[in-house]
């Protein structure tokens, strides 16, 4: 069992839906969860950082965390077509400068 | 907010050559980190990088293979040897950054072609 699973797609939907991506981890150590969004031909950047159970909102992006399930989420509200992308969960151990275990990445496509 | 580096940004190169990979981080970072992301597939961490002493290498990759420089605290080279058509991928180097070690800062990625 990888300790990071995520449905890879791809997932299409109309421009203005809500989008639900989700990763079930292994691993009851992590502590930390990520999410990366990662454009075609571009190195991911850092979406959402959360170290909690509960939610995290910053815009049209909320992350959801329940550590009791080991279940993890990222919505996006009004999605646009820009959202088109690659989004991974990350996952490192804690503790300081440890290495990040991702996800597959789920690519997303938003259609006009 | 910081900055990575890589270069080159992208390169096609023979069989049995090697590459070298540079990466600049625009503050001083204690440990880098290089992922290989071959066609499709999700980042897997090759080895981290620390500064003064030897590269952390993961299950899999050998020092003979990817060789890895840390000359400074800002700096690291990653260098892809004897080359064949399996190591066509991105190559990716990343930093924790801003403040919180957790937070894993990536490179734009070189995009390796072997012919």
């Known amino acids: 069992q990888k300790e990071v699973e995520q449905d890879p797609g791809p997932l299409s939907v109309p421009e203005g839906a809500i989008v639900s991506l989700n990763c079930t981890y292994s691993?009851?150590?992590?502590?930390?969860f990520m999410w990366y969004r990662q454009y075609s031909r571009k190195g991911p950047e850092l979406l959402m950082y959360?170290?909690?159970?509960g939610n995290k909102e910053d815009g049209r992006f909320t992350a959801q965390v329940d550590k009791s399930s080991k279940y993890i989420s990222l919505f996006i509200r009004d999605s646009q077509p820009s959202d088109s992308a690659t989004y991974l969960c990350?996952?490192?151990?804690?503790?300081?400068?440890?290495?990040?275990?991702f996800g597959t990445g789920t690519k997303l496509q938003v259609i006009p | 907010s910081a900055v990575i580096s890589q270069k080159p940004s992208r390169d096609i190169c023979q069989r049995g050559t090697s590459l070298t990979i540079q990466c600049q981080v625009d503050?001083?970072?204690?440990?880098m980190f290089w992922y290989r992301q071959q066609p499709g597939q999700s980042l897997t961490l090759i080895a981290t990088?620390?500064?003064?002493?030897?590269?952390?290498?993961e299950s899999g990759f050998v020092i003979d293979k990817f060789p890895i420089s840390r000359p400074n605290l800002t700096f690291s080279t990653l260098t892809v040897s004897n080359m064949s058509p399996e190591d066509s991928s991105i190559y990716l180097c990343s930093a924790p950054l801003a403040g919180d070690r957790n937070e894993q800062f990536f490179g734009p990625g070189t995009r390796l072609t072997v012919l």
């Open positions: 959360t170290y909690s159970s």
């Open positions: 990088a620390n500064q003064g002493s030897e590269a952390t290498y």
């Open positions: 990350a996952m490192p151990l804690g503790g300081g400068y440890q290495k990040v275990t």
């Open positions: 691993n009851s150590a992590f502590q930390y």
């Open positions: 503050s001083q970072v204690t440990m």
